[in-house]
């Protein structure tokens, strides 16, 4: 790992390379794939060619991990202030600008009371839109799964059939978000792959299907390992 500037960059060299790829990392770094023996000043270089790309990339990637605040949480993609209240049962409560968390008892952690919470909203928002977007692209819809996962959203498995799995943290994200995982693993029912068909079904239910996606990309990965407990 290096410093040019102000740029953390890391380096991975490969014999199967033949050309310098630039990745920029969901921390706001840069990632470089170079073939093996590349100079030193070649790359730096064509960092250099791409500095205001990876700059762009690099700012978006810090903006999305700054609206993470200490003592916020998100539902619905709205920011929420966490309260924690002692001594009596467990419960969630979502007021107009506060989460308020009940707590049994003094030294319990918050995460699990919300978590559950979380779980809860999930299995209802996510049915509700299964059985939206099925009817929309004249499907049966299945079996919807929600799961705990740190670098997903989502999975179609028709196989099994058509299980939906989701990430229950998708319940933070905005709901036109939300949809677009939705109505993206449901179309696989349809297109196993991510070609020009699949994209065409998406967009006859979401026509702007790219702009969701893109924030998805650019703003999700931080509420992938979001805890309380982070702060």
């Known amino acids: 790992m290096v410093k040019l500037d102000d740029l953390t960059i890391t380096c991975k060299y490969s014999r199967r390379r033949r050309t310098i790829g630039l990745v920029v990392t969901a921390a706001g770094n840069l990632e470089v794939a170079a073939p093996w023996g590349?100079?030193?000043?070649?790359?730096?270089?064509?960092?250099?060619?791409?500095?205001?790309?990876?700059?762009?990339?690099?700012?978006?990637?810090?903006?999305?991990?700054?609206?993470?605040?200490?003592?916020?949480?998100?539902?619905?993609?709205?920011?929420?202030?966490?309260?924690?209240v002692r001594g009596s049962r467990a419960a969630v409560e979502l007021g107009a600008d506060q989460i308020t968390i009940q707590l049994p008892a003094a030294g319990s952690a918050p995460w699990p009371t919300l978590t559950d919470w979380y779980h809860q909203q999930a299995e209802r928002l996510l049915g509700e839109r299964v059985k939206y977007f099925s009817l929309r692209l004249g499907l049966n819809g299945g079996q919807v799964q929600v799961k705990d996962w740190k670098s997903r959203w989502?999975?179609?498995?028709?196989?099994?059939?058509?299980?939906?799995?989701f990430n229950w943290r998708l319940v933070m994200l905005p709901p036109e978000i939300l949809d677009y995982v939705v109505a993206h693993e449901l179309t696989h029912l349809k297109e196993a792959g991510h070609n020009r068909r699949f994209w065409r079904q998406v967009a006859t239910v979401l026509p702007d299907y790219a702009h969701r996606r893109r924030w998805l990309n650019l703003y999700g990965t931080p509420f992938l390992t979001w805890q309380p407990s982070n702060y």
């Open 38 to 84: 590349t100079p030193q000043a070649k790359i730096a270089q064509v960092v250099a060619q791409h500095r205001p790309w990876i700059e762009r990339k690099a700012a978006a990637r810090r903006e999305a991990w700054a609206r993470l605040k200490p003592g916020t949480a998100f539902y619905l993609g709205q920011p929420y202030r966490l309260h924690v």
């Open 154 to 165: 989502g999975e179609c498995r028709p196989r099994q059939g058509g299980l939906l799995r």
